[in-house]
């Protein structure tokens, strides 16, 4: 500065300028000019910076401000009012209030269209924005029009080489994949790859973010091994140019993770999400929404291994912090809400989380309005408590609301659509209206078929659905048919340990007992009791179902009745204590044990086993 004969204050008014334009600075001489066409300069997410200073309030006061002071000097189509309320709209999106930065995007965008044209580049980010909230508001539709335009445009003016024109596609991408449209977004992430590895190299930071959203696509299309060996690359490759505490690293190690827990590779997600978690919060504090992130993906872990108590603690400080941190209306705090529902529902606090999933779906229904994603997810997760508490007609509106929603938004064949089919499936199959659940159950399969593959993960699980309801209704042999190849497929592609080959594991057990192949039922019935106890422990529900299911193969023998009486009866005080007094799984178990009892003539007329035949008697 002194060489150049200028003061802080000139350097500083350069910076203010900069950070006011970001990519739209042009400087015809320099450096500057070359790394802004090259992609490495960023720019600043003013949300995330106020959120991490816990400015974001206060700040927000000062902007709506500044912006209506100086409207009012400047004019209101002035370049430093749009940028001042582009980062007010950003603050909007930390806070998760997505209609008001829809608003203020879509005036900035309809500013910049009739001031700068069509194919100016602040045109194009304003419709890169626009389309951000778009999504979170789960207007998909309207999102890939933006960003298709805006890809469109920055080819057009800029090259389909350059950094922005990429951006655009990987945007564009996401959408797509979003909406369920996998291979269409796989070929043109498969093309941002190509084109960013010979234009960056392999190591860039774009060519890394690229081969991640690949990665993205490939896991929700069910190629979780083809996904885990380009995580793992991009893993390596970030810790090799990043750094191992870079953001981009963080994000990629919790990418992999999500993996590993799909795949059922529990230990490997516990370490490197522990790992995650304590980068986290040395880098960025305990209370960071990053790091409470990190600590509900190590709850889920923990629930998924069958350590309940574990699981819940996190969630309750989670949710306690989020409150803090986000406020009671966040989307996060919401999210949060839900898993402690969860923790209260097995904990056997049943009403207690019944209301508070109530509360989700109210505020989210206020806050996002009836065909938000984040509503119909909270109205769902609502149906399945009305479920488990044996509330089928609650379930079955609430689920049906739940399809009309994701039909309109999404689509007939989108993959969140027909999970809400098999949850309406669920619920009529509990009701007794087994022709039309399996219709209904059949269809998403044949649709799964045909869009996925025979061999596709999701394909499984409906087989494995459908299995389940040809047991429930004692149609022994068709189910054997269905399972046996569904199950082959399910150890080939998930491998043992997987909830999907348990499930199917546990229907076959049954299926097998009843078409009188007991030879074979009880070793499966013994491999699905010790491979669930070794993942989830005594007390998950996959464990307790695989318990009864052996005691049922054990009744079989005259001589084993005592003994399977005894399992059958620890089963049942499992299941009151996890499911409830009144859920089906329950009831089951009852009947189980007064029919073993009967058999063995142990049947006690005492006041409990009065009680217990007199509420094995209840209609399922």
């Known amino acids: 500065m002194r060489q150049i004969n200028k003061q802080p204050e000139d350097l500083q008014a350069i910076v203010d300028y900069v950070n006011e334009h970001g990519g739209d600075v042009i400087f015809h001489d320099g450096k500057y000019k070359d790394l802004t066409g090259q992609g490495f300069v960023p720019r600043i997410d003013y949300g995330q910076y106020y959120r991490e200073r816990q400015q974001l309030e206060n700040v927000e006061r000062i902007y709506k401000r500044e912006i209506y002071d100086l409207s009012a000097t400047l004019g209101v189509d002035h370049s430093f009012i749009e940028s001042l309320k582009g980062q007010l709209s950003a603050i909007y999106v930390e806070q998760g209030r997505w209609d008001e930065a829809e608003t203020l995007r879509s005036q900035i965008l309809e500013t910049n269209m009739r001031l700068l044209g069509p194919d100016a580049a602040g045109t194009q980010f304003s419709k890169a924005a626009l389309a951000e909230v778009s999504r979170k508001l789960g207007k998909w539709t309207r999102a890939e ?5 805006a890809m469109e445009a920055r080819t057009r003016t800029l090259g389909p080489h350059h950094p922005h024109s990429l951006s655009a596609m990987v945007e564009l991408a996401a959408t797509i994949r979003r909406q369920g449209r996998h291979d269409e977004a796989r070929q043109l992430e498969e093309r941002v790859v190509e084109i960013s590895t010979q234009v960056f190299g392999p190591e860039h930071e774009f060519s890394l973010i690229a081969m991640a959203n690949l990665a993205s696509t490939y896991r929700e299309e069910g190629q979780w091994t083809e996904a885990e060996r380009i995580q793992v690359q991009v893993l ?55 790091t409470l992130d990190s600590k509900s993906g190590l709850s889920f872990i923990y629930r998924s291994q069958g350590r309940l108590s574990e699981a819940n603690k996190l969630d309750f400080e989670v949710l306690d912090d989020s409150v803090e941190v986000l406020g009671p209306d966040h989307p996060d705090t919401l999210c949060c809400m839900g898993n402690v529902a969860e923790a209260l529902w097995e904990e056997g606090e049943w009403e207690e989380a019944e209301m508070l999933e109530r509360q989700v779906a109210d505020r989210s229904l206020r806050l ?29 509106a609430l689920e049906f609301k739940v399809l009309e929603g994701r039909r309109k938004l999404l689509g007939e064949n989108h993959q969140d659509t027909l999970t809400s089919k098999e949850n309406l499936a669920i619920t009529w199959k509990n009701l007794g209206r087994y022709s039309e659940a399996e219709e209904l159950e059949r269809s998403v399969l044949q649709v799964k078929k045909q869009t996925m593959g025979e061999n596709h993960v999701q394909t499984v699980q409906s087989c494995t659905n459908l299995v389940a309801m040809l047991v429930d209704q004692e149609r022994w042999t068709e189910a054997v048919e269905l399972a046996e190849p569904a199950l082959k497929r399910a150890r080939m592609m998930l491998g043992e340990e997987h909830s999907i080959t348990l499930s199917c594991m546990r229907s076959l057990t049954l299926a097998y007992l009843y078409c009188d192949r007991t030879s074979e039922a009880e070793p ?19 464990t307790i179902l695989a318990k009864r299911n052996l005691s049922l193969v054990l009744a079989t023998t005259e001589t084993r009745l005592p003994e399977a009486a005894m399992m059958q009866k620890e089963v049942l005080e499992e299941c009151r204590r996890v499911f409830g007094e009144s859920n089906v799984e329950t009831l089951r178990c009852m009947r189980n044990l007064v029919m073993m009892k009967e058999n063995t003539g142990l049947y006690d007329e005492g006041e409990e086993e009065e009680r217990i035949g007199e509420k094995a008697m209840e209609p399922l």
Do not use: C
């Open 524 to 542: 499966l019935a013994q491999l699905t009791l010790e491979t669930s106890k070794s993942l989830h422990g005594l007390e998950h529900s996959d």
């Open 236 to 290: 390596d490759a970030s810790k090799k140019v990043l750094g191992d505490k870079h953001p981009d690293t963080l994000t990629d190690i919790g990418n992999l993770v999500s993996t590993y827990v799909r795949l059922g590779n529990f230990l490997k997600a516990e370490k490197l999400q522990t790992e995650l978690l304590e980068m986290r919060k040395k880098e960025l504090g305990d209370k960071h929404p990053d």
């Open 145 to 149: 029009t933006l960003l298709r335009e």
């Open 368 to 396: 996002f309005g009836p065909d938000h994603p984040d509503t119909l997810i909270s109205q769902g997760n609502l149906a399945v408590t009305y479920r488990n508490l044996g509330k089928w007609k609650e379930a079955e």
